[in-house]
């Protein structure tokens, strides 16, 4: 029983040194099942939507529909001859599926999926500076696409690896100035305040805490009534909060290289890019360290601006502690209203991965890859400056309600940006009109001119069939 409760009744700051090693190593089994598990279910959802989108089955061969196709794959990747080309740099070519893959892993770490401080995450200690760490982290993965881009000694591994390095460099600050956005409607660095602030709480009978579970020493304050997804960053400042939530699920699709800035691995230009030269395991790494990723950036989506583990009304996210006047929790155990109140945030958490994980696919199926120029454009002439100014007029707007004007404020600060979207509507129209003059004055035939071509009439003559004379059998 003492055990029992020093794993799972007693505080964090109540336990012996050798319950947390233990608890640390359950919330990490925990991440690694949920975190990589779900590899095989990306490859699967993505694989059978693509077949839905383009009109054709998609896998349905192994398993029930083709449920266990990702498993054979996988058995595949792994049986293949390990081929190891001849004049590559081993160390770092050997390096670098491990370099792309192991920040993804520690991604795992300050990801929450509850409220609890003991339970709510791997880490959930290192919450204090959750997103600090998470960028640290982020940053890491182009490394090992660059290592082996360069160990390869391939021109197009080489060249899929520069642009995969150009590319994190265009849209990395652009993500870290919408991230900002969202620290500053937080005020706070750590993950699980993030998803707390979008949310409204009950207190227990003490006004601070929340309502005891049973005998343990834990307290659950359930979602109020009047909390929602209106509370939620993405809909916050409107519409600058969703100015930076569609700035991070832009920059997200970059930092994970897929469609339509897949360009380090664009097939019809360089083979396979950086992975060009990579086999068996070695290339499953890099592999699942695409799809992990994809993931992680849509968990940190998640948290930032759509409620992390809060459901879209707060009565749906908990038991209900009374129904009709009868209490439900006081006739319920302890640990069975922990779980089940933990399981339903964890379930809501999972249902917007999903829709996160489907927008990621549709996208894909839907748009064309970008011409390289054409991503850079967008990167530092659009990406970059949309989200430097939607930042400062976030902190105007929490400026100005500070002041006598209150709310009001929020509305005097988004006149700025509604002059400076005039003016850009009207340069960008000016400009348009200027260069379809320039081409018009410059055409070989100018539009709206006869070409000199005279319609010829249609002469018609009628035509005579002449019958072949009948021959007689006889």
Same mark, same amino acid.
Request: hydrophobic fraction near 50%.
């Given at each position: 029983?003492?055990?029992?409760?020093?794993?799972?009744?007693?505080?964090?700051?109540?336990?012996?040194?050798?319950?947390?090693?233990?608890?640390?190593?359950?919330?990490?089994?925990?991440?690694?099942?949920?975190?990589?598990?779900?590899?095989?279910?990306?490859?699967?959802?993505?694989?059978?939507?693509?077949?839905?989108?383009?009109?054709?089955?998609?896998?349905?061969?192994?398993?029930?529909?083709?449920?266990?196709?990702?498993?054979?794959?996988?058995?595949?990747?792994?049986?293949?001859?390990?081929?190891?080309?001849?004049?590559?740099?081993?160390?770092?070519?050997?390096?670098?599926?491990?370099?792309?893959?192991?920040?993804?892993?520690?991604?795992?770490?300050?990801?929450?999926?509850?409220?609890?401080?003991?339970?709510?995450?791997?880490?959930?200690?290192?919450?204090?500076?959750?997103?600090?760490?998470?960028?640290?982290?982020?940053?890491?993965?182009?490394?090992?696409?660059?290592?082996?881009?360069?160990?390869?000694?391939?021109?197009?591994?080489?060249?899929?690896?520069?642009?995969?390095?150009?590319?994190?460099?265009?849209y990395e600050l652009g993500m870290g100035l919408s991230i900002l956005a969202v620290l500053l409607m937080a005020g706070q660095v750590s993950t699980i305040g993030i998803v707390q602030h979008q949310g409204v709480f009950e207190l227990g009978p003490d006004g601070v805490s929340g309502y005891p579970i049973g005998e343990s020493a834990y307290t659950w304050a359930p979602q109020a009534v009047s909390s929602g997804f209106w509370n939620w960053h993405f809909l916050a400042f409107f519409p600058l909060g969703l100015v930076a939530c569609g700035i991070y699920l832009i920059s997200m699709l970059a930092e994970t290289n897929r469609a339509p800035f897949d360009l380090p691995e664009a097939e019809t230009e360089l083979v396979a890019g950086f992975h060009t030269e990579y086999s068996s395991f070695k290339f499953a790494m890099f592999f699942m360290g695409e799809y992990a990723n994809m993931g992680i950036v849509s968990a940190i989506a998640i948290v930032l601006f759509f409620g992390g583990y809060l459901a879209p009304w707060g009565p749906l996210g908990h038991i209900p502690m009374s129904v009709f006047g009868v209490p439900v929790w006081a006739s319920l155990p302890g640990w069975?209203?922990?779980?089940?109140?933990? %399981?339903?945030?964890?379930?809501?958490?999972?249902?917007?991965?999903?829709?996160?994980? %489907?927008?990621?696919?549709?996208?894909?199926?839907?748009?064309?890859?970008?011409?390289?120029?054409?991503?850079?454009?967008?990167?530092?002439?659009?990406?970059?400056?949309?989200?430097l100014i939607n930042l400062l007029l976030i902190a105007l707007s929490m400026a100005l309600q500070q002041t006598k004007l209150g709310w009001f404020g929020h509305f005097v600060a988004l006149v700025p940006g509604v002059v400076l979207l005039g003016v850009l509507f009207l340069w960008k129209k000016s400009s348009y009109e200027a260069a379809a003059k320039e081409a018009l004055s410059t055409a070989l035939v100018p539009a709206g001119e006869s070409v000199g071509i005279a319609r010829l009439p249609i002469r018609r003559e009628p035509v005579t069939v002449k019958m072949a004379p009948r021959v007689s059998e006889d």
């Amino acid at each position: 029983m003492d055990i029992w409760q020093q794993l799972f009744v007693l505080p964090g700051d109540k336990i012996e040194w050798w319950a947390e090693v233990v608890r640390s190593v359950l919330r990490l089994v925990i991440a690694l099942v949920g975190g990589l598990g779900s590899v095989p279910i990306l490859v699967w959802l993505e694989r059978r939507l693509l077949g839905w989108y383009q009109g054709r089955l998609g896998p349905n061969r192994v398993g029930p529909q083709g449920l266990l196709q990702p498993l054979a794959d996988a058995l595949k990747l792994i049986t293949k001859e390990d081929i190891t080309p001849t004049n590559v740099d081993k160390i770092l070519y050997y390096m670098a599926p491990g370099v792309a893959l192991a920040p993804v892993i520690m991604s795992l770490t300050v990801l929450p999926w509850g409220s609890s401080r003991d339970w709510g995450a791997v880490a959930p200690r290192l919450d204090t500076g959750g997103i600090l760490l998470l960028l640290a982290i982020a940053s890491i993965e182009v490394y090992g696409v660059i290592l082996a881009g360069w160990s390869s000694n391939n021109k197009y591994s080489l060249l899929g690896s520069l642009r995969a390095a150009s590319q994190v460099i265009s849209y990395e600050l652009g993500m870290g100035l919408s991230i900002l956005a969202v620290l500053l409607m937080a005020g706070q660095v750590s993950t699980i305040g993030i998803v707390q602030h979008q949310g409204v709480f009950e207190l227990g009978p003490d006004g601070v805490s929340g309502y005891p579970i049973g005998e343990s020493a834990y307290t659950w304050a359930p979602q109020a009534v009047s909390s929602g997804f209106w509370n939620w960053h993405f809909l916050a400042f409107f519409p600058l909060g969703l100015v930076a939530c569609g700035i991070y699920l832009i920059s997200m699709l970059a930092e994970t290289n897929r469609a339509p800035f897949d360009l380090p691995e664009a097939e019809t230009e360089l083979v396979a890019g950086f992975h060009t030269e990579y086999s068996s395991f070695k290339f499953a790494m890099f592999f699942m360290g695409e799809y992990a990723n994809m993931g992680i950036v849509s968990a940190i989506a998640i948290v930032l601006f759509f409620g992390g583990y809060l459901a879209p009304w707060g009565p749906l996210g908990h038991i209900p502690m009374s129904v009709f006047g009868v209490p439900v929790w006081a006739s319920l155990p302890g640990w069975f209203v922990d779980l089940s109140n933990t %399981g339903i945030g964890i379930l809501w958490l999972v249902l917007k991965w999903f829709a996160l994980i %489907g927008f990621f696919i549709t996208v894909r199926a839907t748009l064309p890859r970008l011409r390289y120029d054409m991503l850079m454009k967008l990167g530092w002439k659009g990406i970059i400056p949309v989200a430097l100014i939607n930042l400062l007029l976030i902190a105007l707007s929490m400026a100005l309600q500070q002041t006598k004007l209150g709310w009001f404020g929020h509305f005097v600060a988004l006149v700025p940006g509604v002059v400076l979207l005039g003016v850009l509507f009207l340069w960008k129209k000016s400009s348009y009109e200027a260069a379809a003059k320039e081409a018009l004055s410059t055409a070989l035939v100018p539009a709206g001119e006869s070409v000199g071509i005279a319609r010829l009439p249609i002469r018609r003559e009628p035509v005579t069939v002449k019958m072949a004379p009948r021959v007689s059998e006889d």
